[in-house]
Nanobody, 126 residues
């Protein structure tokens, strides 16, 4: 079973930056997409950004576009989320996830992701 471990969360002031890291213990032969979701208190889990492993095509949610960037390091089985100009509304638990289902662009479905990390807390103070 794939294990995903997130790190890099913490408490930061609005306007500052954080970089989240997700390291996978292994990648399945048919892995397709890896990325980040978040869940704020009282809200549903939502996609933040994902990256297709094969060609590097990305999807970034409108709410964070221009501020967040997703990238990957194939050699390390690792995906990153660079978060700049953080806002208080970015406060959430951020989850790394992996999907082996077919994906060819657009907003991914939560149900397509079968492997999830434990999450890392990001708290943005005003």
């Amino acid at each position: 079973q794939v294990q995903l471990v997130e790190s890099g969360g913490g408490l930061v002031q609005a306007g500052k930056s954080l970089r989240l890291t997700c390291a996978a213990s292994e990648l399945p032969w048919n892995m397709n997409v890896m990325g980040w979701f978040r869940q704020a208190p009282g809200k549903d889990r939502e996609v933040v950004a994902v990256i297709k492993w094969g060609n590097g095509i990305t999807y970034v949610a409108d709410s964070v576009k221009g501020r967040f960037t997703i990238s990957k390091d194939n050699a390390k089985n690792t995906v990153y989320l660079q978060m700049n100009n953080l806002k208080t509304e970015d406060t959430a638990v951020y989850y790394c996830a992996l999907s082996t289902n077919f994906y060819n662009g657009g907003a991914p479905r939560l149900t397509d992701f079968g492997s999830w990390g434990q999450g890392t807390q990001v708290t943005v103070s005003s």
